[in-house]
């Protein structure tokens, strides 16, 4: 929210500059254009320049260029004294207000960011950090996992996909239960690869003996393929080009290090990237809420929950919860959500509360329908 008012500082920036860089060109064409019309009359005259000159003057100070200026300089010069102000509200701010005493377990976060930095393929940087922390060596083990990743990686740049096809093919059955067509993607690759060198017969050799296992599925993709065979010398030429894009390299090599961290049992993004990235949306209305409890920073240590609502994007939304509309408070195993017979979902608990533990009915908070406990239905995310 405040990156868009930041953003609307900005386009009044931009704004009052073109105002203002508009109003100087008419003004200087005005100027340059009575000069010019003194300039050919003097040269057509052969009467003094004092008239003339007298006369410039006088239109001169009709076009009066400094009060049509002002106003205009003056307007840009508020918006870009605000704008630097903005700025340092949005990003300048002392963002240990909003910590908390909680004691981290040093070892742990360690492991977390050597880890990060072995996911990253920045290895060096890795080893040196466990080197001078010297008690993250648990992540040494995700360093010779990635670093196969990295191998395969690095020969697909050069377009070499004989490490990726081997990978691919050591773990097909894994790959065909995850529902992934990476195996086929990277013959794909190959099969183009060889076509762009000519070679119609050996493109075609290749998928005789590379195609056959993933006919049941995907024999419309193989048909298309095929098609490419009657193009072999000209194919950028071809209904076929778009087999030619690097974005299809792209994508594999993207497939290829999702399903790699899948079959580890790990997440795609970096955890250490999601959290600080989480982190950065979340602060915002916690240094506001410190702001607004400046004198009571005791009771924020001693919070076991977060005071405000924090409304994170989709990407961060990894488990379903539910926060009763009534209370505020996320459910749990002692107060799960239920649903009424009118469609509307509240806390266990709080239905009991309004229902005096089932002994009377009540109205939805939300509609007019009468609710009764006995009606109510646990329900599962």
């Known amino acids: 929210m405040e990156l868009h008012s930041l953003k609307d500082s900005f386009d009044r920036v931009a704004k009052k500059r073109k105002v203002s860089y508009s109003k100087t060109h008419e003004v200087t064409d005005l100027i340059v254009q009575e000069i010019n019309k003194a300039i050919k009359v003097m040269q057509s005259s052969t009467l003094e320049y004092k008239s003339e000159l007298a006369e410039l003057k006088k239109k001169l100070q009709e076009v009066s260029p400094l009060n049509q200026l002002e106003g205009a300089q003056k307007e840009l010069n508020i918006a870009l004294i605000k704008y630097p102000k903005a700025l340092e509200k949005v990003f300048n701010r002392d963002i240990s207000k909003a910590y908390q005493n909680i004691e981290f377990d040093s070892p742990i976060v360690n492991q977390i960011i050597a880890s990060h930095f072995y996911r990253q393929g920045l290895f060096e940087v890795g080893d040196c950090f466990i080197a001078e922390a010297q008690d993250a060596e648990a992540a040494v083990a995700m360093r010779s996992l990635f670093q196969e990743l990295y191998q395969m990686l690095e020969a697909m740049k050069s377009q070499n996909l004989e490490p990726a096809l081997k990978w691919a093919a050591a773990n097909s059955n894994k790959l065909k239960e995850n529902g992934s067509d990476l195996q086929l993607r990277i013959h794909h690759l190959q099969f183009v690869k060889i076509l762009q060198k000519g070679s119609r017969d050996e493109a075609l050799k290749y998928a005789r003996t590379n195609f056959a ?142 229902s005096k533990n089932g002994s009377k009915t009540f109205k939805c908070p939300y509609c007019p329908t009468d609710i009764d406990l006995t009606q109510c239905r646990q329900l599962i995310f």
């Open 213 to 354: 296992s993933f006919a049941g599925n995907h024999i419309a993709e193989i048909q298309k393929l095929m098609g490419c065979l009657l193009y072999s010398d000209r194919l950028h030429e071809s209904p076929y080009a778009h087999l030619l894009s690097p974005t299809n390299w792209d994508t594999v090599t993207d497939e290829l290090t999702r399903q790699f961290c899948n079959l580890l049992g790990q997440s795609y993004e970096s955890p250490l990237s999601a959290t600080i990235a989480a982190g950065i949306q979340g602060l915002p209305p916690l240094l506001k809420f410190m702001t607004v409890m400046a004198g009571k920073k005791h009771e924020w240590q001693s919070m076991k929950q977060l005071p405000v609502p924090v409304e994170l994007d989709k990407e961060f939304q990894f488990h379903s919860v539910f926060v009763c509309p009534v209370t505020k408070e996320q459910s749990t195993d002692d107060n799960l959500p239920m649903l009424m017979s009118c469609g509307h979902v509240l806390c266990k608990q709080s239905i009991n509360k309004m």
